[in-house]
């Protein structure tokens, strides 16, 4: 009975996997080589979930599930350091994996991306900033600009907050409240977001 729950699970999975894969012959996705390439990605990340008590036969199963979010910040170094990822739906609330290991394994999918998953985002955006040198700015995705983008490659207006303190950004999580930078220096910049966001 075990092994064929099991079966079903698995095939249930090769379907989804097979589902994204079509989607994904037509649309762009971020390529994956170091663990670094995840920071700030959108995925699919298969979860075994505890089953719920209304809904138990006596058996101690778990479900499996897919669910989309964020991967956040990555802790620590290595070829399979821990990640910080939030899912979408759970506001602020957020888990740690070993992503790369969980992408190797295929339980975790890169996810095409739309100019509406960036508006309104508290993103951190490399930036160069002169002498091949660059750096990484904390921002938040304020729209689309309207007349001038490419629907494949729009440009978004973005304001970025410069630290008066100069402390480095380290983590998109770090004091990101909309009334936190009132004494920080701000500037609304134009980019191709997408285009960035593939290119890291």
């Not at 955006?125 to 309207?146: A, M, Y």
Request: charged share 35%.
């Amino acid at each position: 009975m075990a092994l064929d729950q099991g079966v079903k699970k698995k095939r249930k999975v090769d379907d989804q996997r097979e589902t994204l894969e079509k989607d994904q012959s037509d649309n762009d996705i971020p390529k994956v080589q170091v663990a670094e390439d995840l920071i700030g990605k959108r995925v699919r990340h298969l979860c075994s979930t505890a089953k719920d008590e209304d809904d138990s036969d006596g058996a101690e199963e778990s479900a499996v599930e897919w669910y989309n979010g964020t991967v956040v910040v990555m802790q620590g170094i290595g070829r399979n350091p821990n990640f910080v990822i939030r899912y979408d739906g759970f506001d602020r609330a957020t888990w740690k994996f070993k992503l790369m290991k969980h992408f190797e394994l295929g339980v975790l999918e890169l996810i095409p991306v739309k100019a509406e998953d960036f508006v309104g985002v508290w993103i951190l955006h490399r930036l160069d900033i002169g002498d091949g040198c660059e750096e990484w700015f904390r921002g938040k995705v304020l729209g689309v600009v309207p007349d001038r983008s490419d629907p494949k490659n729009p440009d978004f207006s973005v304001e970025y907050f410069y630290d008066t303190d100069n402390e480095e950004v380290t983590d998109v999580n770090d004091d990101f409240d909309d009334n936190e930078f009132s004494t920080d220096i701000s500037n609304i910049e134009i980019y191709p977001l997408i285009e960035d966001y593939l290119k890291w």
